[in-house]
Structure formats: structure tokens, C-alpha cells
């Protein structure tokens, strides 16, 4: 079953129908796991493909429990053990490349959804060793990690947030219900129309760079490669994003928020901040801290303290790389994410220590700073991402097609154009916001929504019928 698509819609519809039926929690927790495990069912081939993944589940739930009973204890070898343990199952069920061949499962088998259900057990695992969380039962605990709206492709939301929502489970109200409809709607929209006009462009431009004849031809179809990615990506994504959140609100669930337009990021630790937000604040909880923490224990010095905070980054950003993919390019990924944030944190300290606190941080809200800092944070994020689409083959042949001259014209004139546009685009809506219906803004009004609700359905469902080719598939769902 595809999500977002009507079919996954219509099992939702009728699922919510049924679960909204009762008013015992109870009942609605059984309705809830018939559901998580349904979906879950409609994703495998048989028992036998479904039975690692059920592994995974209960050997992260032994070791949870486990954490919970040597909670006040000393058992911080045994809890080492439970964590590598844990990261070791996950990774030889992922088949990464530092475990010999021979040792992999020599029948198909079911991962969909495994890399969003590890960081929850996980998650579970170190919470309870310190013993931050409630005794869970085993109906909580699959509804928890098999929680149908998030098992694809996240949010990755934490268990006390989760149990916090299952104990109340709010039923829907009219106002909560239109707005959830509404983002249904525009996840569906950015997935089966806007996903699908950036990845059609950045195909149709793969194929005409190598028969381009002239600087310009070449330029402008580099440019449209390197651009139109980051945008498909975006949309696919976050379109995820609003339909599952949508749905989830019909079963009272609040998932977190995955995006916080994060193209108009100043820099490029704050767009991690913006971006797979529920993925960097995991990273950030449970790395970061951590590591930084261990860091400054093992150097207490005040001058160093900065620079720790550059190690911490770099490692934590390079895992996120890791964790995308087992192949060579998916870690030269990860070098990439965490070089970014770890020279974007250097510089950030050496501009202070050079210019003093206030003054960089008067350049940092100078407007033409800021502009020029967007443009750069979007050239930068597309580069990376060459690693995350493409072979190492797709992108020397790239080069080649470009050549040195070419390849800098591209960069250079991303980086001006991402700052035009972005900077464009600000303007435009914070001029629309100055339009007012009463006092809130007309771009805001319930009428405007409403007609903006009915165009984009109507526009997402002709598109869908005249299409010649399906909506391209989530990109994430393959994490």
C-alpha cells in the first residue's frame, strides 16, 4: 500500500471511522494495533518475509526491558552491550557492507520502515536506562513502533509524546478536521504534482546535457539538474509529511513537524534545524549532547570548549549520511553533511573571536548578508545531494559533460539564483500578509484557504487522471 495514495486514504477513512466508534481507550487501542498490523501486513510477502522485522521488535523490547530492571543499578556495560547489540542487528538486517556477505539472510525480507522503528527502540532502550519512561506493554509498545501513520518514513516522535496522545485520544472536531483535510490535500499536491513536474525536469535535463552544444545550453541544464532535485526532494518529503499528519490527527495523534521552510535558512546548522526535523532533533538529543557532553568531560577546558562543539557536529551530521545508505556515496554523503555543519560551526566561532560577538552578529542581520547566506545554504545542500541521487559514474559523467568552466558557472549562478528567488519569494509573501480581512491576513482567512483547499484538490485529482506516468515513489521510504 503506497501513501500517499487513495488507496491508503480510504483504508485510513475507514479505519478512523471504526476506531472513533468507541469512546474506551481500550477499545481503541484494539482497534488501533487491527490497523498498525494490517498496514504492516500490506507491506510484506508472507509470514516468513515479515519474521526479522519481528525479530528486530522483540529483541528491542527484551532490551528495553532490561534497561528498565538495571535502571538504578551500575549495569552500564550490560546497557553498552544492549545498544551495540542493537545497532549491530539493525545493520546486519540492513546488510551494510562491514559485515562479510556470507552472514546476510539468504531470502527476501522486509526493511520498509525498519530505519524509523530503530531510532524508537533505540530511543526506548536509552530512556529507560535512565529511567525516564513508564512500564510499557507489549500492545503500547507495538502500536508505538508500528504506528501506521509514521512507519514508512517517520516523524520519528518519542514514546512520551506518543503516550500522552494514546491516553487522551482526542476525538475530531469540525475545525481540527477541515484543517487536517486541508493538509491532506496540499501533502498530495506537492507529491503527485509538484514532486512530479521537478523530477520530470531534472530527467528530461540528465538527458539533454550530453548531446548540449554551447556554454550556455550546457549551464542551463547543469543549473536545472542541480536546482530541480532539492525542490522534488522537498516536495516529496514534506508532502509525505502533511498526509500522514493529516491522517493521524483522525485517530488523535499529533505527529511532530518534519519541515520549517527550511530553504530560507541563514546557514546551514539551522537548516538541519528546519529540515527532517524530527531526524536532527532525535540526532541532537541523543548524539550531539551526548557526545559533546563526553567530549568536554574528557577536555575541561574553556578555550576548547567551541571546537568540541565542531567535532560533535561533524560526527553526528556524517551518521546521518551513514544511516541513508550502505554504499560508498552515501558516506562520502555523510562527509559532506558533517563538513558542512562542522566549517559553517568554525566559522561561526573564528568570526566571533575576529570581529566580536556583536559585530558579527550585526553582519549576520545585514539583509544583503542574509540573502547571500540563503543562496549559499541551498547551493550547498543541492551539491551534497548529488551523492544522494546519483552513482559515482552519473556524476564524473556530469562533470565531464560541464567541464571546469561550465561546473563553475553552475555553482556560481545557482548560488545567485537561489538567493533571487528565495529572497523573491520572502518578499512576496510577506507583501501578501499585508493584505488584511478584519484583522488577520486575507492570505490566512478561512474563505481563502477554502478556495485554496478546492483548487489544489482539484488541480492534484485532473493531474492524477491525465498523467501518462505515476507520481514518483517517496524517496525516503527506501531508508
Given amino acids: 500500500m503506497n501513501v500517499p495514495s487513495f488507496e491508503f486514504l480510504a483504508f485510513a477513512a475507514v479505519a478512523a471511522l471504526v476506531f472513533n466508534l468507541f469512546r474506551q481507550a481500550g477499545w481503541r487501542q484494539a482497534v488501533l494495533l487491527a490497523t498498525n498490523l494490517i498496514f504492516f501486513a500490506s507491506l510484506v510477502h508472507g509470514v516468513v518475509a515479515c519474521l526479522p522485522f519481528l525479530l528486530f521488535l522483540t529483541v528491542g523490547y527484551g532490551l528495553m526491558r532490561l534497561a528498565q530492571r538495571t535502571a538504578a543499578g551500575d549495569g552500564r556495560l550490560l546497557f553498552g552491550t544492549s545498544v551495540v547489540v542493537l545497532i549491530l542487528l539493525f545493520a546486519w538486517l540492513k546488510q551494510y557492507g562491514f559485515f562479510p556477505a ?5 531470502f527476501p525480507y522486509a526493511t520498509i520502515g525498519l530505519s524509523y522503528v530503530f531510532f524508537r527502540v533505540l530511543h526506548l532502550v536509552i530512556d529507560a536506562r535512565g529511567g525516564a519512561l513508564p512500564a510499557i506493554t507489549p500492545l503500547a509498545y507495538i502500536n508505538y513502533t508500528l504506528n501506521f501513520t509514521a512507519l514508512i518514513s517517520g516523524p520519528i516522535q518519542r514514546y512520551p509524546d506518543y503516550q500522552e496522545q494514546a491516553k487522551r485520544m482526542a476525538r475530531p472536531h469540525l475545525v481540527g478536521a477541515g484543517r487536517a483535510l486541508e493538509r491532506i490535500a496540499v501533502g498530495f499536491f506537492k507529491v503527485f504534482l509538484l514532486s512530479h513536474v521537478f523530477h520530470d525536469l531534472q530527467l528530461q535535463a540528465l538527458g539533454a546535457l550530453p548531446g548540449a552544444v554551447g556554454t550556455g545550453a550546457l549551464v542551463t541544464q547543469g543549473l536545472i539538474i542541480a536546482a530541480s532535485y532539492p525542490l522534488f526532494l522537498y516536495c516529496n518529503f514534506s508532502g509525505y509529511t502533511d498526509v500522514v499528519i493529516g491522517v493521524g490527527y483522525f485517530f488523535g495523534l499529533r505527529l511532530p513537524e518534519n519541515f520549517n521552510n527550511p530553504f530560507i535558512a541563514e546557514n546551514f546548522i ?126 564524473e559523467a556530469y562533470y565531464a559533460s560541464l567541464g571546469w568552466l561550465g561546473s563553475l558557472l553552475v555553482w556560481g549562478c545557482l548560488w545567485v539564483g537561489a538567493a533571487v528567488v528565495i529572497e523573491g519569494v520572502r518578499r512576496a509573501w510577506a507583501l501578501l500578509l499585508r493584505l488584511k480581512a478584519g484583522d488577520a491576513p486575507l492570505a490566512l482567512s478561512r474563505y481563502t484557504r477554502t478556495v485554496g483547499f478546492t483548487v489544489i484538490a482539484t488541480l492534484t485529482t485532473v493531474f492524477i487522471l491525465l498523467a501518462n506516468s505515476p507520481a514518483p515513489d517517496i524517496v525516503y521510504k527506501t531508508f
Avoid at 556470507?102 to 539468504?106: K, M
Fill in 102 to 106: 556470507q552472514v546476510f539472510l539468504d
Fill in 270 to 395: 539551522n537548516f538541519w534545524g528546519r529540515w527532517h526535523m524530527s531526524l536532527s532533533n532525535w540526532l541532537k538529543t541523543y548524539v550531539y549532547n551526548t557526545l559533546l557532553m563526553r567530549l568536554m568531560e574528557r577536555f575541561p577546558s574553556r578555550a576548547v570548549e567551541p571546537f568540541l562543539g565542531v567535532v560533535a557536529f561533524f560526527v553526528t551530521f556524517f551518521l546521518v549520511g551513514i544511516w541513508h545508505g550502505q554504499t560508498s556515496e552515501f558516506v562520502m554523503f555523510g562527509l559532506l553533511q558533517g563538513g558542512g555543519v562542522a566549517v559553517n560551526k568554525l566559522y561561526q566561532i573564528q568570526m566571533a573571536l575576529r570581529l566580536g560577538k556583536k559585530p558579527y552578529k550585526a553582519l549576520c542581520a545585514n539583509p544583503v548578508y542574509l540573502i547571500a547566506s540563503r543562496g549559499l545554504t541551498f547551493t550547498w545542500f543541492a551539491f551534497t545531494l548529488f551523492w544522494f541521487w546519483s552513482t559515482w559514474g552519473q556524476i
